[in-house]
């Protein structure tokens, strides 16, 4: 949730989870828990960005005597994340530009003045000749499409006259890096109950709020379900730690998330990625061939991340998408009457692999069977509930063969809350509110795992090949 340098009680030391233990001690690092902790202090140093730790929705934001400045984020599965105690509170965030071209301003022309006496058919009066030939100043400004910006917004009177949305509408250099947009597509909207806002959005600061406490932001979890008590966070708290800075998604002395070793990740760490930096990576991927539409449906956020994992993971895979339909241009139903997929983002669909196209280019060994063949090794919530083309594939219930599909490959994943989110919501509630705090307490009854050193007497040694026999293949 602090996007710097932090601290918070009891927390995991990145040192000690890559420190190599002796013999004989457990090298197993705890992740433990309080039955009686409902939030905890994480402290950074003033001015320490507060950022959105998910996509998700904006539901309250004010101040009280208990949390001081607050806001609170909630996400798709319905869990709310507390941000208190901020020094400040961010006042706008960065969004896409819709794609619609703005309308061109053209300026009237100038119109009669008001009679004063009955018309006669005698002599008119003068009037002043209006040119046509050269427009103002104004209106060339305003067919250009330009804008008046001032060089003191602040001001008082430059404040009335438009100064005010001038600064609302500056990108920062955080804002562009987030998004991965030029700074003329990005609009920065005022930060509000009802806001949705992406992964690494800035929510606040950290600021000195008391003079008893260090700087901090007391961050709060509420698992979805009504009336579902508040938990401790230091668990997951401990699990991003852990996940950043163990060896367990990345080789050793490598950061996946950050620097240089991100721009060549696994297809292991592609698919633990974010939502915003899948979306990132989709839009620049020159392996991935996106139709306009569909290009603008991923910069505003519309697509689901099972389906940009998906992509990424083919062209990881050596092979390069050219995607056809993803929500734009896509009817809401199917040829069948069902409601499609692609309505609700869940869905795209390839029309060429590698510059081949799909039609005339299915059937065993084509480019169509590689491309299916590599889909179907997804599992878990990666899994394609769909997978349409021209062929079937049995002992795979998600394959489907229909006559329509001779040009594309659809593949589509299960909506998380089919049409009804509330309901959806309720349903993917694993726990009920009361038995939170039984699980709470349950994780901090569980024994430390003893993690071997050595490997155990049964295990079965294997050398290393010789150099001769691997330069002969064998």
């Known amino acids: 949730p602090v996007y710097a340098k932090a601290r918070y009680a009891d927390d995991l030391s990145e040192r000690e989870a890559v420190k190599r233990v002796a013999k004989g001690r457990n090298a197993a690092l705890p992740v433990d828990s309080s039955p009686t902790r409902r939030g905890i202090n994480v402290y950074a140093k003033p001015g320490s960005p507060v950022v959105a730790v998910q996509d998700g929705k904006i539901v309250k934001i004010g101040q009280t005597k208990r949390l001081g400045r607050f806001v609170q984020l909630r996400d798709v599965y319905g869990n709310?994340?507390?941000?208190?105690?901020?020094?400040?509170?961010?006042?706008?965030?960065?969004?896409?530009?819709?794609?619609?071209?703005?309308?061109?301003?053209?300026?009237?022309?100038?119109?009669?003045?008001?009679?004063?006496?009955?018309?006669?058919?005698?002599?008119?009066?003068?009037?002043?000749?209006?040119?046509?030939?050269?427009?103002?100043?104004?209106?060339?400004?305003?067919?250009?499409?330009?804008?008046?910006?001032f060089a003191h917004p602040r001001r008082p009177e430059a404040w009335k006259a438009g100064g005010r949305d001038q600064v609302l509408q500056v990108a920062t250099a955080a804002d562009l890096k987030l998004l991965d947009l030029p700074a003329d597509q990005i609009d920065m909207r005022r930060l509000r109950v009802g806001s949705k806002v992406i992964g690494g959005t800035v929510l606040g600061r950290v600021g000195r709020t008391s003079q008893l406490v260090a700087p901090h932001v007391l961050f709060e979890i509420r698992p979805a379900g009504r009336g579902a008590p508040r938990i401790d966070p230091k668990p997951i708290l401990d699990g991003w730690k852990l996940l950043e800075s163990t060896a367990v998604y990345r080789a050793k002395g490598k950061n996946p998330f950050f620097g240089r070793d991100a721009k060549a990740p696994s297809i292991g760490q592609i698919l633990l990625m974010s939502k915003g930096e899948l979306e990132q990576?989709?839009?620049?991927?020159?392996?991935?061939?996106?139709?306009?539409?569909?290009?603008?449906?991923?910069?505003?956020?519309?697509?689901?991340?099972?389906?940009?994992?998906?992509?990424?993971?083919?062209?990881?895979?050596?092979?390069?998408?050219?995607?056809?339909?993803?929500?734009?241009?896509?009817?809401?139903?199917?040829?069948?009457?069902?409601?499609?997929?692609?309505?609700?983002?869940?869905?795209?669909?390839?029309?060429?692999?590698?510059?081949?196209?799909?039609?005339?280019?299915?059937?065993?060994?084509?480019?169509?069977?590689?491309?299916?063949?590599?889909?179907?090794?997804?599992?878990?919530?990666?899994?394609?509930?769909?997978?349409?083309?021209?062929?079937?594939?049995?002992?795979?219930?998600?394959?489907?063969?229909?006559?329509?599909?001779?040009?594309?490959?659809?593949?589509?994943?299960?909506?998380?809350?089919?049409?009804?989110?509330?309901?959806?919501?309720?349903?993917?509630?694993?726990?009920?509110?009361?038995q939170w705090i039984k699980l709470i307490d349950r994780l901090g009854e569980i024994d430390n795992p003893t993690v071997r050193l050595k490997p155990s007497k049964a295990a079965i040694t294997v050398r290393p090949a010789k150099a001769s026999r691997r330069h002969r293949g064998e």
């Open 80 to 149: 709310t994340y507390t941000y208190a105690h901020l020094g400040a509170l961010a006042k706008r965030h960065p969004v896409p530009k819709a794609s619609a071209a703005p309308a061109l301003a053209i300026e009237e022309p100038p119109k009669d003045p008001k009679p004063k006496q009955a018309a006669s058919a005698g002599k008119q009066g003068p009037r002043k000749a209006v040119s046509t030939s050269t427009p103002s100043r104004v209106s060339r400004a305003m067919l250009e499409g330009k804008e008046r910006t």
């Open 281 to 434: 990576r989709v839009l620049r991927n020159p392996r991935i061939e996106i139709y306009g539409g569909g290009r603008q449906d991923v910069r505003g956020s519309r697509i689901d991340r099972r389906v940009l994992a998906t992509l990424e993971f083919l062209a990881a895979s050596g092979l390069r998408p050219t995607v056809t339909s993803l929500e734009s241009g896509h009817s809401l139903f199917t040829a069948s009457g069902n409601v499609s997929h692609h309505a609700s983002g869940n869905a795209f669909d390839i029309a060429k692999i590698n510059g081949i196209p799909i039609i005339g280019h299915q059937g065993k060994g084509s480019i169509t069977d590689v491309a299916v063949r590599r889909l179907l090794t997804l599992q878990g919530t990666m899994q394609p509930s769909q997978i349409i083309s021209l062929m079937k594939y049995e002992g795979h219930s998600n394959t489907y063969a229909m006559g329509d599909h001779h040009d594309h490959i659809h593949v589509g994943f299960t909506p998380m809350y089919g049409t009804n989110s509330k309901a959806g919501r309720q349903l993917n509630t694993v726990l009920r509110p009361g």
